[in-house]
């Protein structure tokens, strides 16, 4: 951390430390709780030109040789603008990367809880995050979401529903985001379906296919892409409820007291996700351009033009709990208070409520053959 960010985040009333209060959304003394203002910038979201960051590495990598694995020497000096150093350590038990706090003594890891050592940590290069969403959902109303959320889960067995999770073990997380910008060009060809009732039943019918062609288009904005491995990107990737309104400009300010986890996907794989993503809703705007009843895509010819990115980092509180020796990862989104994650089925559940469609089918039937006549 640079002295100015060291300066900031001194209390000016005893000289303490101050961190970020989600709750107050100002920093604050966690002696004297006195609190101070975060400066707030409002400016125009700035992206960055993806094809020229492309081109610069693939001239010289920085950003994507795997900077965050590799030791960087406090005197081996900064080779963009862009990049900012900080100290990081592995879990050996999980194998989750995060910063760490070099003032801060005993710390553990915010995925499996394993102590971490302070031996271990060494210094790396990153891309400084363009943006930041600052917690806004207390710590405090964690357990009760969650308490909501796993019982909720009918399926799961009756002993994870009635798990329990104290608001302590739910630690704070700033994890990082790409997002992608691109205008879309696509051109189609395939097959439009439409229903025709059979007349001598209602039952019966058959589709009429027309061969069909076109071009849609549509600008993507802010594709999020999650830049971790350390939770189950299925489960991040359902986390979409973020409102641009809700960024700001990057500050260290808003990072006090919480733990940040490096990207261990650069901005160039990153791409490649996001081009999936897009793919899938465009296939979706083709079926919709198409029209009919039914849709078939024969070939799409997908184009991006202008096409942006920037890093961002976004609040969680991460917690997980054990079953039958598996651990299942929860995340709350700390802006929202929305619960995600994975919980186990219960085959028996299962298996009777597949019972319960079957005999409502057989059911069905029966009454219509048998009574209604």
């Given amino acids: 951390m640079e002295q100015d960010d060291k300066r900031q985040l001194q209390c000016p009333s005893c000289g303490g430390q101050m961190q970020y209060s989600p709750e107050a959304g100002k920093l604050k003394c966690i002696y004297c709780e006195a609190q101070q203002e975060i400066p707030h910038i409002d400016a125009a979201i700035v992206e960055n030109d993806y094809e020229e960051w492309l081109e610069r590495e693939t001239i010289k990598p920085f950003f994507t040789k795997g900077a965050q694995t590799a030791e960087a020497p406090e005197t081996e000096n900064i080779e963009s603008d862009d990049a900012k150093r900080v100290l990081e350590v592995t879990c050996k038990q999980c194998g989750a990367t995060t910063t760490f706090d070099p003032h801060v003594l005993a710390q553990r890891c915010p995925f ?22 600052p917690f806004h959902f207390s710590q405090k109303e ?10 909720g889960k009918w399926f799961a067995p009756n002993v994870v529903r009635r798990v329990e999770i104290n608001n302590n073990r739910f630690k704070g997380m700033y994890l990082p985001y790409w997002t992608y910008d691109a205008m879309m060009t696509a051109q189609y060809t395939g097959k439009r379906g439409e229903n025709i009732a059979s007349a001598d039943s209602d039952s019966r019918r058959t589709i009429r296919w027309y061969p069909v062609s076109g071009t849609v288009s549509n600008f993507f904005d ?8 350390s939770i189950d990107r299925s489960v991040l990737r359902e986390v979409c409820d973020w409102k641009v309104e809700d960024y700001r400009t990057y500050n260290p300010a808003y990072f006090a007291g919480f733990v940040t986890q490096i990207y261990t996907l650069d901005f160039i794989k990153g791409f490649e996700l996001a ?9 979706e705007l083709v079926k919709n ?6 849709q078939r895509i024969h070939t799409l010819d997908i184009t991006l033009e202008d096409k942006k990115f920037k890093l961002l980092v976004l609040p969680f509180w991460v917690t997980s709990f054990r079953y039958k020796n598996k651990v299942y990862q929860v995340v709350v989104n700390g802006m929202t208070g929305k619960v995600y994650g994975k919980s186990p089925l219960s085959a028996i559940k299962v298996m009777l409520f597949i019972l319960l469609l ?3 089918v057989w059911g069905y039937f029966y009454i219509r053959d048998n009574v209604l006549i």
Avoid: M, S
Wanted: proline share 5%; hydrophobic share 45%; glycine share 4%.
């Fill in 222 to 229: 802010d594709v999020l892409v999650p830049a971790v491995d």
């Fill in 275 to 283: 081009k999936e993503v897009i793919r899938a809703r465009t296939e």
């Fill in 142 to 151: 964690c357990a009760r979401v969650f308490k909501k959320w796993i019982r």
């Fill in 358 to 360: 079957v005999a409502i």
């Fill in 112 to 133: 499996c809880d394993t102590p971490l050592e302070n031996n271990q940590a060494h210094l790396v290069q990153f891309w400084e995050p363009n943006y930041v969403v």
């Fill in 289 to 294: 351009d198409i029209g009919g009843d039914e």
